[in-house]
C-alpha cells in the first residue's frame, strides 16, 4: 500500500507536540517553568523569529556531532544560529 502522506503528516505532528509535553512534564518535576511551543519550517529561521518574539538572552541548542560533509550539506542549525540570532 501507497503510503497517506497527509496521515503520516498528522501522525508526526502528533509525535512531536507528545515528545514537547513530555520534555515540559519532566522540566516541571524538576521545578522549571517551560512553555511548549511546537512551529514548522527551517530550524535556523524559526528560532531565530522564536528568540526575537521572547526576546531571549540567549539561545541553547545540542550539535549531533555530523562530519564537515555533513554540516555542509545538511547544514548546521548552530552554526547558522550563531550568525543570525538576535541574542
Not at 500500500?1 to 507528545?18: I, S, T
Not at 514537547?20 to 522540566?27: F, I, K, Q, R, S
Not at 528560532?47 to 549531533?64: F, G, P, S
Not at 560533509?69 to 543570525?84: D, K, N
Amino acid at each position: 500500500p501507497w503510503l497517506d502522506e497527509g496521515r503520516a503528516e498528522v501522525q508526526e505532528r502528533h509525535w512531536f507536540r507528545d515528545a514537547v509535553d513530555e520534555a515540559v512534564h519532566e522540566l516541571a518535576q524538576a521545578g522549571l517553568n517551560a512553555v511548549p511551543v511546537v512551529r514548522e519550517g527551517d530550524p535556523r529561521s524559526v528560532l531565530c523569529d522564536e528568540a526575537e518574539q521572547w526576546r531571549a538572552d540567549a539561545i541553547m541548542v545540542a550539535a549531533k556531532g555530523h562530519t564537515a560533509l555533513q554540516r555542509f550539506v545538511l547544514g548546521s542549525v548552530s552554526m547558522g544560529l550563531t550568525s543570525r540570532a538576535p541574542c
